[in-house]
């Protein structure tokens, strides 16, 4: 049977390590704050923004949400930014996707001076850590190589098999596992004999958005399996990974929930604190 990387246990002890590092801050000045800006009211982005809330105020993160309404436009969305921006109480702006399709994503994403994009979406962080250059790290890749460390995965010279290649999961996955010295392979939906690719991972990270999409013959006995998907099946959230089979072929694997959902949250939180400390500087 593997060993569960659980999120749940790692971001609880995060968080204990976070608020200390919080109320050491604010002894030297400094009152980390983050802004998210939910635009119209999707529930699943409602009910993210309300865990992210939450999550800083546990942690004694100032935190504000700013919301717009469905129909706001280009500009008063832009602006709304540029507020932030220029706003010293705020070290961290989220944007929260999707955004409505009258938006155009890319734009308002760039307006986030770099420094305050937590999310690390801002195509400045996407080339800093393309370039391996310090920059910040997208919540959800920097959540799953914390965790893979954590349970002491060996990664040099490992062979890591990213499913999806999103801008937001899989291709910052995989540079963050390249920068780690694992040799990387990424597989999409044009992929051929994906199967036989993903058996040969000693890493196997899943973020498709398709239920049980990993079955347990695709599966390299020992690997370590990574689901990061988040599916509702019947009402109930089931990963990408077919988890009661794999978990016995594999040597370490996350579940679905508690798993990689839980460590996004912990690295939001973290890399608000960093951007913080920098901007103190
Ligand atoms: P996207 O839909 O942006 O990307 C999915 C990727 O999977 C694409 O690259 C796509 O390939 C690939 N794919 C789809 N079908 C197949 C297939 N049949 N065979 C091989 N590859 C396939 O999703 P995200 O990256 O945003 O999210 C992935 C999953 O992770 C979702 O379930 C999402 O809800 C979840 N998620 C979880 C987070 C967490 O905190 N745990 C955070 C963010 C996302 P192609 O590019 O060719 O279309």
């Known amino acids: 049977m593997a060993i569960i990387m659980s999120g749940k246990v790692m971001s609880a002890a995060l968080m204990e390590e976070q608020k200390e590092q919080v109320a050491d ?7 980390p704050g983050l802004a998210v800006v939910l635009v119209g009211e999707d529930p699943a982005s409602q009910i993210y923004v309300r865990n992210k809330g939450q999550a ?12 717009l309404d469905a129909a706001v436009s280009q500009e008063t969305l832009m602006s709304t930014i540029d507020e932030l921006n220029a706003d010293s109480r705020v070290h961290g702006i989220l944007v929260q996707l999707p955004l409505p399709k009258h938006l155009d994503e890319g734009t308002i994403l760039a307006r986030v001076k770099p420094e305050k994009d937590v999310d690390g979406f801002h195509v400045v962080n996407a080339g ?11 919540c959800t890749p920097k959540g799953i190589l914390y965790m893979l460390k954590k349970a002491e995965v060996p990664l040099s010279g490992k062979h890591a098999v990213i499913v999806g290649r999103s801008n937001i999961v899989g291709k910052p996955a995989a540079m963050l596992l390249l920068n780690e010295n694992c040799t990387v392979t990424i597989c999409h939906s044009r992929t051929q004999d994906l199967p036989s690719i993903a058996r040969q991972a000693d890493v196997l990270v899943a973020a498709v958005g398709r239920p049980k999409f990993i079955t347990a013959d695709m599966v390299k006995p020992g690997a370590a ?26 040597g370490w694997i996350t579940p679905v929930p508690g798993g990689v959902g839980k460590m996004t949250i912990s690295m939001l939180l973290q890399n608000t604190l960093e951007a913080a400390c920098r901007q103190a500087l």
């Open 25 to 31: 801050m604010k002894l030297r000045g400094i009152h």
């Open 128 to 138: 800093r850590l393309f370039t391996a250059q310090h920059g910040v790290v997208p």
């Open 56 to 67: 800083c105020e546990d942690a004694g993160i100032y935190s504000r949400t700013i919301r």
């Open 225 to 250: 399996v990574v689901d990061v998907g988040i599916n509702r099946v019947d009402g109930r959230l089931v990963g990408d990974v077919d988890f009661d089979n794999a978990e016995k072929v594999a």
